[in-house]
């Protein structure tokens, strides 16, 4: 018969190992940083994926932006999705803030992607801001009512 016996919280210190505390530690710390090198590994690959679902659109995702989506859990098929509604809205919101750039906040690829993946309304507003205001400029219907141009009207102020 195999006799057992119990032994303590260490096993480094049941073996009689010299510095067997310190020995227990590094295994801890090991074990734990397989562990984070298994989950980033995971999370690399996802980023990665979330990279390529941007470069399909024509947009280059950073690394941290794509890391931190990836983080969050946005997978390949929603990172597709997501920069697909980036690239329709992205070159008007673009083109406004360079116009309206210096009396509204501007909108770049930073906000879309917090108002698409982050659902961010503070991004959002910053676009319709825009719109609004490009519309405001040129939406308006001077000069063209009923009466503008009939003849009863011809030289009169």
Do not use: C, W
């Amino acid at each position: 018969m195999i006799e057992i016996e119990a032994g303590s919280t260490n096993v480094y210190e049941d073996l009689g190992l010299p510095d067997a505390a310190e020995m227990r530690v590094k295994a801890t710390l090991a074990a734990k940083i397989g562990e984070i090198i298994k989950h980033r590994h995971l999370t690399q690959v996802q980023a990665a994926e979330i990279g390529v679902a941007a470069a399909r659109q024509g947009i280059t995702a950073g690394v941290q932006v794509a890391e931190q989506l990836a983080a969050q859990g946005v997978s390949q098929a929603e990172a597709q999705k997501g920069y697909a509604t980036i690239a329709d809205i992205l070159p008007d919101a673009t083109r406004l803030s360079d116009i309206y750039g210096t009396t509204l906040e501007g909108y770049d690829l930073g906000q879309a992607e917090q108002e698409v993946f982050n659902q961010l309304a503070s991004a959002q507003r910053r676009r319709q801001k825009l719109t609004q205001r490009e519309v405001a400029a040129f939406g308006g219907s001077s000069g063209i009512n009923k009466t503008s141009l009939t003849t009863s009207s011809v030289g009169q102020f």
